[in-house]
């Protein structure tokens, strides 16, 4: 959870470019704009799983490296007109290997179409607000294996986009557990070219024998797509002097940072 504070310091501040064939030897003042640092958020709604997120605050691009925690930060979830409020207890989920500030009790129990309010606030004035609800479902129909003759073996997963509306998708893999240092593959499309059809995603001959596998179709809200659009594209701009920098496209208001549900389904596959 904890990956997204340092992405984000590369937007505090304007671009820098490379300036070739200069006097090193020349001293050059520049006016930099005053660092304003942000709450930065991370929150997914799972549902059977804790209200859970992670909140920090953004550094400048020449600040400490480390995520700086916000332990006066007030966290706030509401659904259908309930509210509640999460403790700051940091704390660590080893099956996923992240870590989470602020947690709560309370297990999300959503609906297809159920809407979730978030608010975030400290006490230096800082706010930041989000909205997000869960998608349907679009289920796997099929995962097939095929074996090379150097006894490896491939995965093609295949599914049906429902036609009825755009939709944005997220395709994972992960071999013997779900932490992101066992995920082989990481995909996101949207449904433009195989709209109202079948599509499949897999991976190549690299899976041994006894393999346990998790494969996870995500439907994803539309602000979520453009959020780890712009992360990619801003991570791909870091350090390129000859990349235009890109902007992150939060799905929070007033912060930086991503709420949103998981809507999934998952197949486990015991390689032979």
């Excluded at 207890?89 to 999300?108: F, G, M, Q, W």
Aim: aromatic letters at 12%.
């Amino acid at each position: 959870m904890l990956r997204l504070n340092r992405l984000f310091v590369l937007f505090s501040l304007p671009f820098l470019a490379a300036f070739w064939g200069c006097d090193m030897d020349k001293e050059i003042d520049l006016n930099l704009p005053e660092f304003e640092s942000q709450l930065v958020v991370e929150c997914y709604l799972e549902n059977g799983k804790p209200y859970r997120a992670t909140i920090t605050e953004s550094t400048s691009y020449f600040g400490r490296p480390e995520p700086i925690l916000v332990p006066d930060a007030t966290v706030i979830i509401t659904h259908n007109g309930q509210a509640d409020t999460l403790k700051f207890n940091p704390s660590y989920d080893l099956e996923a290997r992240k870590i989470y500030t602020h947690v709560s009790e309370k297990l999300v129990q959503g609906n297809v179409g159920d809407a979730y309010a978030l608010q975030v606030f400290d006490s230096r004035g800082r706010r930041a607000t989000g909205f997000t609800q869960f998608m349907p479902v679009i289920p796997i129909d099929s995962v097939q294996l095929s074996q090379n003759n150097e006894n490896k073996f491939s995965l093609l997963a295949q599914f049906t986009d429902p036609g009825a509306m755009q939709n944005f998708y997220r395709f994972q893999i992960h071999r013997d557990s779900l932490s992101d240092h066992k995920r082989i593959s990481d995909v996101y499309s949207n449904d433009r070219l195989y709209n109202g059809q079948k599509y499949a995603f897999g991976t190549s001959y690299r899976l041994d024998p006894q393999d346990t596998v998790f494969v996870t179709l995500y439907h994803m809200e539309p602000q979520y797509y453009d959020f780890i659009s712009s992360m990619d594209e801003a991570q791909d701009a870091n350090g390129n002097p000859f990349a235009q920098p890109s902007a992150l496209k939060s799905t929070v208001q007033g912060g930086l940072g991503v709420f949103t549900t998981l809507s999934y389904d998952r197949k486990t596959v015991i390689l032979p």
